[in-house]
């Protein structure tokens, strides 16, 4: 069982920038891909950004393309999400959820354990 907590979220003006991280009860590089997922109020929940266990692999949603970054440190056992130029329309709950393997899926069915979330407000 891996447990994930989720922190970083917060009220920000539009332009800004968040980091969030979450933090893993098992250690990250123990054959887990990672994911951050964001679900906005009447919406369906929706991928973010990944990233492969090793750490060399990367994926993310067209909109958040040139803004966020994911990365991972494995000593740590967390993951961030490094959010800049931050718009109105980011502004949801943001997930991070695990799956077992080294690869990432952009569908959220395919992860195995998630966070609770961490609301992001983006004032315009």
């Known amino acids: 069982q891996v447990q994930l907590v989720e922190s970083g979220g917060g009220l920000v003006q539009a332009g800004g920038s968040l980091r969030l991280s979450c933090v893993a009860s098992?250690?990250?590089?123990?054959?887990?891909?990672m994911g951050w997922f964001r679900q906005a109020a009447g919406k369906e929940r929706e991928f973010v950004a990944a990233?492969?266990?090793?750490?060399?692999?990367?994926k993310y949603t067209d909109s958040v393309k040139g803004r966020f970054t994911i990365s991972k440190h494995n000593a740590l056992n967390t993951v961030y999400l490094q959010m800049n130029s931050l718009k109105p329309e980011d502004t949801a709950v943001y997930y991070c959820a695990a799956k077992s393997g080294p690869y990432y899926y952009i569908e959220a069915k395919s992860y195995d354990y998630w966070g609770q979330g961490t609301q992001v407000t983006v004032s315009s």
């Open positions: 098992a250690r990250t590089d123990n054959s887990f891909a």
């Open positions: 990233i492969s266990w090793s750490g060399l692999s990367t």
